[in-house]
């Protein structure tokens, strides 16, 4: 995405510094719907509304910072999904997009299945009333405890990353006299981000057994071998914020080419394929997801057009999307303090939270937009940086965005489309304390995780 420099002046620079921003938009009060969760609007006092609640009232009832979650919208973009998937495939959400009992609940009640992939998110998949058969359970290091944990209470599926697992799970399932469903992650040699993917050598990382050198081949073959196991399918996740569906009809065609082998070798036809998650999500208006239906048409036409090639009988596919689902529906709430102008580069405005509720800019150098949502300003547009209030100078929220030239301490800004990978990345750097995760509803909020306490920091330090 290549992103250029706008001549419009802001409040502190004659020529804007070298960065990775759009022109600022004409209006800098309008809040584009495809980065913002469905139900926000202005109310006639120009205040940001979300679920027919103004962020002042939240702000006030919550505190801030707080992720603010849009209920009507998680459940319309989960059943989005589901029904885009129809009744002959499943839809796994990743949990560690973001997960808590009032999620679970919410996608059970919708009909998804759950992915998880630690001791923490199976207890909490599972105290929320999530049915252990529609779990599955993921890692690359999954500890003999966990496995344990899984098996005994019946989760759906195990997904086999290693060697090492596939004997460590079918010896437990034989232990707790079980045949254990699990699907065997392999990599397919094809990294996909955003809108590019490559489709060599990407073999180097921690996760899946290797396509390459037969041996994802050798671990169907001993998975087959073993009475604790039984052998439902082949997994494959390429990587994160795809928008690009050829990186998918590569891995498809490279699983079912393993699926065709071993027919061929073993005579058995696995019935099932998952395709992982990755699916993007619009963080700012220059990008363009996908609609569920769409992906899930291409998804479908690819897997079936490749086992038409191979003489197969079409595996029961699914997919385990986390971003797409719960990203756009939540928008974290800060309000101002700092605020400095930096002659001829940009004003840095710092916010009452930073890398603690949100690390994906420090960490991947993801791009966010903000607005200005406590009220509506005719001021021009000011190049800015929204920084935390952390002691790390990579601190940053926003890298580069517009915001009102008279933006003040006390308003209110809002970063949207966090709620994946934000409150569940979450730290407690310089002891801050984590934010609550607020749901609304028709007029209603509700915390769903609450804020963290001085308290809950002093429990856990015993010296
Ligand atoms: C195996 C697996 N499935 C699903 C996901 C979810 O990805 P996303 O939230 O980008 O859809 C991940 C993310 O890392 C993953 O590793």
């Known amino acids: 995405m290549s992103r250029s420099a706008h001549p419009a002046g802001p409040r502190h620079a004659d020529v804007l510094p070298e960065g990775h921003y759009s022109a600022p938009p004409a209006d800098l009060n309008t809040l584009d719907p495809k980065v913002w969760a469905q139900t926000v609007t202005r109310d006639q006092d120009g205040v940001v509304t979300v679920g027919g609640i103004d962020v002042k009232a939240l702000a006030e009832e919550h505190g801030t910072p707080a992720y603010i979650v849009d209920e009507t919208d998680f459940r319309a973009r ?17 949990g560690k997009a973001f997960l808590s009992r009032a999620i679970v609940r919410w996608l059970h009640e919708e009909g998804l299945n759950l992915d998880v992939c630690s001791g923490g998110e199976l207890a909490t998949a599972l105290s929320a009333g999530m049915p252990a ?31 090492q697992e596939i004997v460590r799970v079918a010896h437990i399932a034989q232990s ?50 073993l009475d604790g196991l039984e052998l439902i399918g082949i997994h494959s996740h390429i990587g994160s914020q795809i928008f690009d569906m050829s990186g998918f009809e590569v891995a498809a065609h490279r699983v079912v080419g393993l699926l065709k082998d071993v027919r061929d070798e073993h005579g058995v036809e696995l019935p099932e394929i998952d395709l992982g998650g ?36 079409t595996p029961r596919i699914s997919v385990e999307p986390g971003r797409a689902i719960v990203g756009p529906t939540a928008f974290t709430l800060y309000e101002v303090g700092t605020i400095k102008p930096l002659d001829g580069l940009r004003t840095y405005v710092s916010v009452d939270g930073g890398m603690s509720d949100n690390i994906r800019t420090a960490l991947y150098d993801a791009e966010y937009s903000v607005a200005l949502v406590s009220r509506t300003s005719d001021a021009g547009p000011m190049l800015a940086r929204v920084v935390g209030k952390h002691c790390e100078s990579g601190d940053i929220v926003v890298k580069d965005a517009f915001l009102p030239a008279d933006l ?31 749901a609304v509803n028709d007029g209603e909020s509700r915390v769903i995780v609450r804020r963290e306490t001085e308290e809950d920091l002093l429990r856990l330090d015993v010296g």
């Not at 989005?80 to 959400?93: C, E, L, N, P, Q």
């Not at 058969?133 to 997904?159: L, M, P, Q, W, Y």
């Not at 040699?189 to 993917?197: I, L, P």
């Open 278 to 313: 990755g699916l993007g999500i619009a963080y700012t208006s220059d990008d363009d997801p996908s609609e569920p239906h769409e992906i899930a048409k291409a998804l479908t036409e690819i897997v079936t057009r490749e086992c038409e090639g191979a003489k197969l009988r």
């Open 133 to 163: 058969d529609r779990i599955a359970f993921h890692g690359n290091n999954k500890s003999t405890e966990e496995i344990h944990r899984a098996i005994e209470a019946g989760v759906g599926r195990i997904v086999l990353d290693s060697f």
């Open 408 to 438: 003040a301490p006390g308003d209110l800004i809002a970063v949207p489309a966090t709620g994946a990978y934000c409150r569940s990345m979450a730290s407690n750097y310089n002891h801050v304390l984590r934010p609550p995760v607020v």
């Open 176 to 225: 707790l006299g079980k045949r254990q469903r699990v699907q065997i992650r392999i990599t397919v040699g094809v990294e996909a981000h955003t809108h590019e993917f490559i489709a060599t050598a990407h073999e180097d990382q921690k996760f899946g057994i290797p396509l390459a050198g037969g041996q994802a081949a050798e671990a169907v073959r001993r998975a087959l071998r």
């Open 78 to 94: 989960a059943r989005a999904w589901r029904s885009a998937f129809g009744t002959d495939a499943d839809v796994f959400y990743a």
